[in-house]
């Protein structure tokens, strides 16, 4: 759970429910991108059935779906007359599986960055304290997505195959700003120095901690951050201890000082606040002078939002079978997913629980009435 919900959010009537098709809804969105997109070579042929938009939505019709298990159980729902609304005829799996080598994922990149879009301001997480002092907070991290041995141009770090998708994640919006899509012995961290923005503040693990001399170059860029840091980073006080307040104290930090980090000299100068929570001790450093010892903590804490996403993305939508296997096809299925979750965020104004899950596709296969779903949707965990 993401956090309250405002009570209008949760205000919506019988005919607002049966009027909203996330399916439709992406269809606007999308539509306008088709159009303007360059064009394969083979969608102006005229004897082209499946063009981009009915590709891309059966996509998204498969991750709302999940009774539909396989790239031909995809195939063969097409033949049924309500399936219209979706593709205009019927799609032989051969010709589904030609397009994922035709259509450019960068249209449903641009569906992404739109709906992560409409979802600012919506929720509104976060302390208030955090809010005011941080104008952008924006977790770093990775996730991997178990691929089969066939997609062998996917590495994974260790056996088989894998996709890693890198993510830039709002603390306050709840949705991705930001991401990478790459085989699965990628670099998280390699990742992250291609993408770094001057105007973000991040929050990092210790695998994005290691790197000592990215931290000194972007704090000479003006990049501010809170890294955990590994114990065992060689460390050289370089300021006075700063006084402990109550709260502090309270939060656990057990020092804040300022300190230079890695060996023989030359590491970045950090404030370092170290911490003891839960039987742990953590050390975080930042660029940031001005933020009290116990809020930093807070901010590292927000780190789990995205480990609560990535949980969300993996167990709240079928994603656990591949319709293609290519790097484009899979690129465009990890893109259909992530437009699927933005959907339903942007529906409920929340990531719906298991159970609201299983509401919603309940309601889909219309063994529940609208009135049901919106009482299942207000239930709170």
């Known amino acids: 759970m993401t956090g309250a919900v405002p009570e209008a959010a949760l205000k919506f009537s019988e005919a607002d429910l049966r009027n909203w098709n996330l399916l439709e809804h992406f269809r606007k969105v999308v539509l306008p991108l088709v159009e303007v997109g360059p064009k394969a070579a083979t969608e102006l042929d005229p004897r082209r059935q499946l063009v981009a938009e009915e590709y891309f939505s059966l996509f998204l019709f498969r991750m709302l779906n999940p009774i539909i298990t396989s790239m031909r159980g995809l195939c063969a729902a097409t033949k049924f007359r309500k399936m219209r609304s979706v593709c205009e005829t019927p799609v032989a799996a051969s010709s589904f599986s030609e397009a994922q080598h035709l259509f450019d994922p960068e249209i449903l990149v641009q569906v992404v960055r739109r709906l992560a879009g409409q979802a600012h301001g919506m929720v509104g997480f976060g302390d208030p304290r955090v809010r005011e002092a941080i104008k952008a907070l924006t977790i770093v991290d990775g996730t991997v997505l178990r691929a089969v041995n066939r997609m062998a141009w996917a590495p994974a770090a260790g056996f ?161 079978h591949w319709l293609a296997e290519s790097p484009c096809g899979a690129t465009l299925q990890i893109y259909s997913l992530l437009i699927a979750a933005l959907l339903l965020f942007l529906w409920t104004g929340r990531r719906p629980t298991k159970r609201q899950m299983e509401a919603l596709r309940f309601y889909w296969a219309g063994f529940i009435d609208a009135e049901e779903l919106a009482q299942a949707l207000k239930n709170k965990k």
């Open 160 to 320: 088989g195959s894998a996709l890693r998708l890198h993510l830039h994640f709002s603390v306050y919006d709840q949705v991705p700003t930001d991401w990478s899509i790459t085989p699965g012995n990628a670099s998280e961290a390699k990742e992250w120095k291609k993408k770094t923005k001057s105007e973000d503040f991040y929050v990092v693990d210790r695998l994005y901690g290691q790197d000592l001399l990215h931290l000194k170059q972007l704090q000479k860029r003006g990049v501010n951050f809170v890294v955990r840091i590994c114990e065992n980073v060689v460390r050289t006080q370089a300021g006075p201890d700063r006084v402990l307040s109550e709260a502090d104290r309270k939060a656990g930090v057990l020092s804040d000082r300022l300190e230079e980090l890695g060996l023989f000299g030359g590491g970045p100068a950090l404030r370092l606040v170290e911490l003891k929570s839960e039987g742990k001790t953590f050390l975080l450093a930042t660029t940031r002078q001005d933020v009290p010892a116990e809020m930093i903590g807070l901010i590292y804490r927000y780190r789990w939002q995205v480990e609560l996403f990535f949980k969300w993305l993996k167990t709240m939508l079928p994603c656990g």
